[in-house]
């Protein structure tokens, strides 16, 4: 079965630090990869995603993720966060492939706080 | 535009009543899943359903049901509801051929 690993559940940093947030996913097929992002009080959005192509893709508000097919990660980075930054991120895997797509795998989370 | 809505917000049961929720999905959107968030974990997959047709679901019980109706907009039903299933409860919507989901504000269930 599909599983999605993120190593750490809470991460402190200072405004203007650089952040990387691990993902790793067990799946040995074409997937689709997500990275999703939860402000306090506001809903689970869409920071960017990888189907196919450059492995490294850019997302809304500066964020960035680097498919790397042999490691099975995607990992989620930000060169300078910002206190607006403070929420919680979820990396989430799908097979890319025939009627599972709605079946996105979750990871736990990785709740991030920035220090102003 | 819209998003995803979700109705209610929140929502308060007793053990052993069964709840109805409901979801619209973005404008155009023909496929809406579900998930169930607890809290402290990401949310797990319950149910698609695209053209009105269930595509897959996850490992929960028969006490959780869903449907679509003709306007894509979509209900997930919960019969003889237990403690554990407090939950936020997420409905996401895609387009076709798309494989983003798009997710709605969620319901919130407690039950005591």
């Given at each position: 079965a599909q599983s999605v690993s993120q190593h750490n559940h809470h991460v402190i940093l200072s405004e203007a630090a650089s952040l990387e947030l691990g993902c790793n996913y067990s799946y040995g097929g074409t997937v689709n990869l997500f990275w999703y992002v939860q402000y306090p009080g506001q809903h689970l959005q869409l920071l960017l995603k990888y189907f196919?192509?450059?492995?490294l893709v850019k997302g809304i508000k500066g964020f960035e993720a680097e498919f790397i097919k042999s490691k099975f990660s995607f990992n989620l980075r930000k060169p300078s966060v910002q206190w607006s930054d403070t929420a919680e991120y979820f990396c989430a895997v799908n097979a890319g492939?025939?009627?599972?797509?709605?079946n996105l795998i979750f990871g736990k989370g990785t709740k991030l706080s920035v220090k102003p | 535009d819209a998003g995803v809505t979700q109705s209610p917000t929140h929502l308060i049961k007793t053990r052993g009543q069964h709840v109805t929720l409901r979801c619209s999905p973005i404008s155009g959107h023909k496929s809406v899943s579900w998930y169930q968030q607890v809290l402290g974990q990401g949310p797990q997959f319950i149910f698609q359903y695209y053209e009105k047709e269930e595509r897959g679901r996850g490992n929960?019980?028969?006490r959780f049901s869903a449907r679509q109706f003709p306007n894509y907009s979509s209900e997930l039903n919960v019969n003889a509801?237990?403690?554990?299933?407090?939950a936020l409860y997420l409905c996401a919507s895609s387009f076709t051929g798309d494989e983003t989901q798009y997710f709605g504000p969620g319901t919130r269930l407690l039950v005591l």
């Amino acid at each position: 079965a599909q599983s999605v690993s993120q190593h750490n559940h809470h991460v402190i940093l200072s405004e203007a630090a650089s952040l990387e947030l691990g993902c790793n996913y067990s799946y040995g097929g074409t997937v689709n990869l997500f990275w999703y992002v939860q402000y306090p009080g506001q809903h689970l959005q869409l920071l960017l995603k990888y189907f196919s192509g450059d492995p490294l893709v850019k997302g809304i508000k500066g964020f960035e993720a680097e498919f790397i097919k042999s490691k099975f990660s995607f990992n989620l980075r930000k060169p300078s966060v910002q206190w607006s930054d403070t929420a919680e991120y979820f990396c989430a895997v799908n097979a890319g492939y025939g009627g599972s797509q709605g079946n996105l795998i979750f990871g736990k989370g990785t709740k991030l706080s920035v220090k102003p | 535009d819209a998003g995803v809505t979700q109705s209610p917000t929140h929502l308060i049961k007793t053990r052993g009543q069964h709840v109805t929720l409901r979801c619209s999905p973005i404008s155009g959107h023909k496929s809406v899943s579900w998930y169930q968030q607890v809290l402290g974990q990401g949310p797990q997959f319950i149910f698609q359903y695209y053209e009105k047709e269930e595509r897959g679901r996850g490992n929960f019980p028969d006490r959780f049901s869903a449907r679509q109706f003709p306007n894509y907009s979509s209900e997930l039903n919960v019969n003889a509801l237990l403690l554990g299933d407090s939950a936020l409860y997420l409905c996401a919507s895609s387009f076709t051929g798309d494989e983003t989901q798009y997710f709605g504000p969620g319901t919130r269930l407690l039950v005591l």
